[in-house]
């Protein structure tokens, strides 16, 4: 009986690797998504000054990621539909990566902007497809509580684009932060993109996308590694059930997606008029402008972005 047992555990733990990798992958999405999203507000001080910006030039060098963000949101559904979520996680990766090195080398606004542009291109995608990939993947029991992991990577995310900028701000004087520090703020980003990247090799496709493409034995093969075999077959007919009844068609988000699409919006609309995305992109400044010290400043945008991560902790 303690064999059996051990062997039990043994293929259960085999069976939960995909999973857990593909949980990972999600999380660390959206900590990408975190990070480069915000890691502009330890930056943006130092690179108006290093630029001659004024006000308009520096509401544009903070918030010009933003168009990236609509194009990458917009895009990545269809991106994913067609080359698949692993694929659409890779563009993703490859973009917070080259918009991580392109910033040591920006010699003028319009080739910051132009990075920018690409990393704000990962970050809309990677909203869209990282907690998509992994809600077609977990299993019912728990693809609520898989979901939310996405949610804490942002928030972690946030933490850490702001305690790496505090870190890098107290390596230098004021000079050196606006000649090259700020270009170190983002360029560290590229350490969890090319982390991302190297996971998704070895990760498993969403299943559901592999039936859509008529591809049913590699869906019913990933499914067995995640379910076991018999929860596997019972997940496959839900999935067909599924495809059944969606027609593919752009109608459908006024009919059979009407609620949640709306429900959807609203709840996302709701939180940005709270002024929150803004806030957190100049929480240096905002403190500095108070007459607070540089590296006081620095500090005080890290308990803030603490703050925000214990309250996450406990939402979830």
Known sequence: MATISRNGNSALAHLRIPLILAAAISTLGGLLFG????????????LS?????????????????????????????????????????????LCFALSSVGMLFAANLNQFVLWRLIGGLGIGAASVISPNYIAEIAPTRIRGRCVTLYQLGIVVGILAAVFVNMLI????????????????MFFAGVAPAVLFGVMILPAVESP????????????????????????????????????????????ELWTTFRHPLLLGIMLAGLQQISGITPVFSFLPEIFRSTGTATSDA???????????????LCAL
């Open 35 to 46: 990070y480069d999203n915000i890691v502009i507000s330890g930056a943006i001080g130092f």
């Open 49 to 93: 000054q290093r630029f001659r910006l004024d006000t308009a030039g520096v509401g544009w060098a903070a918030g010009c990621a933003l168009l990236g963000c609509i194009v990458g949101c917009a895009g990545a559904g269809g991106v994913a539909d067609y080359l698949g979520k692993k694929m659409g996680l890779g563009i993703c990766a």
């Open 169 to 184: 701000q107290r390596m230098g004087n004021e000079a050196w932060n606006v000649s090259m520090g700020w270009r170190w």
């Open 208 to 251: 559901r996308w592999l039936m859509k493409m008529g591809r049913r034995m590699e869906a019913m093969d990933t499914l067995a590694k995640i379910n076991g075999s018999e929860a596997a077959r019972a997940e496959v007919e839900e999935i067909e059930n599924a495809l059944t009844v969606e027609e593919d068609h752009l109608s």
């Open 298 to 312: 620095f500090f005080q945008s890290v308990l803030v972005s603490l703050i925000n991560l214990i309250f996450t």
